[in-house]
Nanobody, 116 residues
């Protein structure tokens, strides 16, 4: 079993920055998992934001390219999402997930609010 806990959400003004963290615990091998960040805005479906594989390869949804950076620290069993130039459309609950070929785990989310 894998447990995930997100942190770092909060209230920022448009153009501001936040750094989200996701800490993993349990009995697992971190390198077995592709790590992802998803988000869900009010009234919208949950969407994939960013992904990082064990070797460091990354991918992003088009609206966040150039503004968000996902990274992982294999020594600390942690994944991060650095978000810059935040816009109102970026607001929502951000979820961290860990995915292997035969399993998937989710955190309970951290809230990001973007408002003037």
């Amino acid at each position: 079993q894998v447990q995930l806990v997100e942190s770092g959400g909060g209230l920022v003004r448009p153009g501001g920055s936040l750094r989200l963290s996701c800490a993993l615990s349990g009995r697992f091998l971190f390198s077995d998992y592709t790590m992802e960040w998803h988000r869900q805005a009010p009234g919208k479906q949950r969407e994939l934001v960013a992904v990082v594989k064990d070797g460091g390869a990354t991918g992003y949804t088009d609206p966040v390219k150039g503004r968000f950076t996902i990274s992982r620290d294999n020594a600390k069993n942690a994944v991060y999402l650095q978000m810059t130039n935040l816009q109102p459309d970026d607001a929502g609950v951000y979820f961290c997930s860990a995915r292997s070929y035969n399993s998937e785990y989710w955190g309970t989310g951290t809230l990001v609010t973007v408002a003037s």
